[in-house]
């Protein structure tokens, strides 16, 4: 169990190394909305879902 947790440790090491520097992280966001509309619609229906649980709240 525990060497194949340091497996996964190792596995988990390569793949940040090999994604993270081309990540484009959250400036890209903007970018992104515009380009794909799914990722629009996804973030105005999250959205909703935020304002209707907090209106549930109170």
Known sequence: ???RSILRFEQYLRTVT???PR???LDA???VRDIDPFVA???RVNSLRNLSAALGDT
């Open 23 to 25: 990540a484009t992280g």
């Open 41 to 43: 619609v996804t973030g």
């Open 18 to 20: 090999e994604y993270a």
């Open 29 to 31: 966001a903007e970018e």
């Open 1 to 3: 169990m525990l060497a």
